[in-house]
């Protein structure tokens, strides 16, 4: 540390700690948010430079519902757009739900509908997984994905106000990531290999951190409308971690896909019916 003419600064070997900290935290958050975007969506993102610059993915899942939240807003202002320059709100909701999907590749609805095919097709807990890896779908996976997309569809048409229809996509999404990483922590792997045993069992407080960020834009949002939709968003990510366990032994990368499609859709069908 040195002084001169009345003041005081740190050499770059001797920063404040607190200064130190608040360093540290910026880079792992900023670290997470880019893998999770690399993870959750079609972002062009560069790679990390170096395999030790990327977070694991079990660190970064703090940052879906922000990753979730962006994905949602995006869709919510092509609702916006759409409504806006007179087309039926029917069909604008059909270009803010496409416009989700097309953000993440259709992650999510590719994992429903696998999750779907393997638990209505097959008889046993190894035949379902089998399935579940098949690249192809089945009737089931297409009607999973009909009944949803249809019901987010209905719903979103039904919200009422262009603000109110940006401000549930956006809170919708952020729920439904962070039920994701919930079912990661609290639930067993069904597999020894494949996505969900590879990226592992994340931090308690990382999946915490989550489930409050998503919290809070769900009630600073949609005040207490918001609070009802993330309870019911909750309870059926339950219900989907509970239905895995009993069909397959656990969870896989396509019942996270299954578990954030469930929740967002009852999150937006909560809204729809309460306010």
Do not use: C, N
Not at 64 to 69: L, S
């Amino acid at each position: 540390m040195r002084t001169g003419q009345g003041q005081m600064r740190y050499d770059d070997g001797d920063e404040a700690p607190l200064q130190q900290a608040a360093y540290r935290a910026v880079r792992f958050w900023r670290g997470d948010l880019r893998a999770s975007l690399l993870f959750l969506t079609r972002v062009p993102l560069k790679a990390a430079r170096a395999e030790g610059d990327a977070p694991p993915l079990g660190r970064a899942v703090r940052a879906f519902p922000i990753v979730g939240a962006l994905i949602g807003l995006v869709g919510g202002i092509v609702y916006g757009i759409a409504a806006g320059i007179g087309l039926p709100d029917i069909v604008a909701a059909v270009l803010a739900v496409g416009a989700g999907a097309l953000i993440t590749g259709a992650l999510h609805e590719d994992g429903l509908a696998d999750m779907a095919d393997g638990f209505g097709g097959g008889s046993t807990p190894e035949r379902k997984l089998a399935i579940m890896r098949d690249s192809r779908i089945g009737a089931y996976g297409v009607i999973a994905l009909v009944v949803v997309l249809a019901a987010k569809v209905g719903a979103i048409s039904d919200l009422g106000s262009t603000g109110f229809v940006i401000a549930a996509m956006t809170a919708a999404a952020a729920a439904s990531r962070a039920a994701m990483p919930a079912v990661m922590l609290w639930a067993e792997p069904a597999r020894s290999d494949g996505l969900a045993a590879d990226a592992g069992r994340p931090p308690s407080t990382h999946v915490w951190t989550g489930l409050a960020l998503a919290a809070v834009l769900a009630v600073g949002l949609l005040t207490w409308s918001g609070l009802v939709a993330f309870i019911a968003a909750g309870l059926g990510t339950t219900a989907v971690a509970w239905l895995a366990e009993r069909q397959v032994g656990g969870h896989t990368g396509d019942v996270l896909g299954g578990v954030q499609q469930f929740s967002e859709v009852l999150f937006l069908l909560t809204l729809a019916a309460v306010r």
